[in-house]
């Protein structure tokens, strides 16, 4: 579980292909403070750490998780927004996000609005996933507040902060980011298909 809350950024330093996974090295500055069998989450998606050398550590991306997010798209020298799991008692700051990525959007457009940003995504509705005005919604890990609601688009405002400590300062016209939608709408959207 997780916050969307975004900690740190890595850079990827290696890519193998394993039969039909990816194992992933990456250098981060919380690298020291990981240990074997731990959940981090990389742009919004949930791994688990398998190997560490020195300020490196590797995680295994399977089919599934190439199918359904950005993550075959990654080359050596990307950077990624880290989140590690966040510990129970602690403040809630984001919204309640599983790491589990429900689908892939690009950016189609983006706002220089004196100091802020504002950046509008696509996404394919006939997967079932939904935003409202000023929902949560998860984008590369991060958690951000839907405007501009439209039947498979949405828009976000980004702070300087958020802009210069995530990776959405790398974001261009494109950019295929992983979101995950609020968990507590799929609940609902689920329960109201199920009650039709």
Known sequence: ????????????????K??????????????????IDQSVAHNGICLTVVEIKEDNYSVVAIKE????TNIGEWQVGDIVNLE?????????????VQGHVDQTGKCIAIENSNGSWYFTFEYDETLSNITIEKGSITINGTSLTVVNSKKNEFSVAIIP??????????FKIGTIVNLEFDVVGKYVKRLFELNK
Do not use: P, W
């Open 1 to 16: 579980m997780f916050t969307g809350i975004i900690e740190t950024l890595g850079t990827i330093k290696k890519i193998v």
């Open 18 to 35: 394993d039969q039909e996974n990816l194992i992933i090295t990456i250098q981060s500055n919380i690298t020291n403070e990981l240990k």
């Open 65 to 68: 998780t190439i199918l359904k």
């Open 84 to 96: 590690r799991a966040m510990k129970l008692g602690d403040r809630l700051d984001g919204h309640i």
């Open 161 to 170: 902060y958020t802009y210069e400590n995530t990776n959405f300062h790398s």
